[in-house]
């Protein structure tokens, strides 16, 4: 299946997001993660499997739980919130037009609003996964996805197209997955869902994206370079520290942030 149309895997990563790291937290995580001392123990080794072996069990199991063998209620909500925006590839564009159109957030709000049921089932169901592998683990949570950003994390369980835990896309195209992202993130703000948490993890997922955007990792490639420390680092700070208004600025950007590299 092309990346590209991979909608429902984008549109539930887009709703479980990223968990509550605070903007607080340190952003040395462009080291790897052996050099922090993470213990590796609990998980059953992978042949042929690169980089950090909890954030590659986080992702495979994310990926098996809310895509590959997703519940009833969690494809029943999913589908109760895209209806609005016109279907999973609709996402991003009804996004913008809420926000080209001069009465954001209330217009956004008219979509999302009568699906806010479906939204805290979503978020109630998708934290659990986070708690599980990162409860107690906030730091490791921001290296895990700053590894996703780069695509340094090779998963061999998975089928060619996705033995990389990334944002997929269709080369030459870019992914759209990080547009169809944000609205699931500022929808759960808006609605008054668990609001600090939302915000932290929209943060973050700037930091996915931006990363991305400037590695350009490989899809199946299992020798994606990591960024300097020092990119990694800069742009977790930027973002780290955006309000919520600049995070919707950020995102009115596509396909690259309009700042990219720059910190």
Known sequence: MPQNTM???????????IAGAAAAVTVAGAVPAAAHGRSRSGFPEVPGMVGDRRANEFWY???ERFYFNPTPESVEAVDAIVKPFGGFTKVDSAWAATRSGGRYPRSFLELIRPNRDAFVLLSNAQRDVYREFYGNDPEGLVRAFQDFGQGVLFDPRRSAG??????????????????????FLAGFRLLD??????????????????????????????????????????VTRKWLHRSP????????????????GKF
């Open 245 to 260: 208004g600049r995070l919707d600025k950020a995102f009115d950007t596509y396909p690259y942030p309009a700042d990219m």
């Open 162 to 183: 996705n033995k990389v835990h990334m944002m997929n896309f269709t080369p030459p195209d870019f992914t759209h997955a990080y547009h169809r992202w944000h609205p």
């Open 61 to 63: 199991e994310y990926d």
């Open 193 to 234: 869902i668990d609001v600090q948490w939302w915000t932290r993890i929209n943060r973050l997922a700037g930091v996915a994206w931006e990363l991305q955007s400037i590695g350009q990792p490989a899809i199946d490639a299992n020798d994606n370079k990591r960024l300097s420390r020092r990119t990694v680092h800069g």
């Open 7 to 17: 909608d429902r895997r984008g549109v539930l990563r887009a709703a479980a997001g």
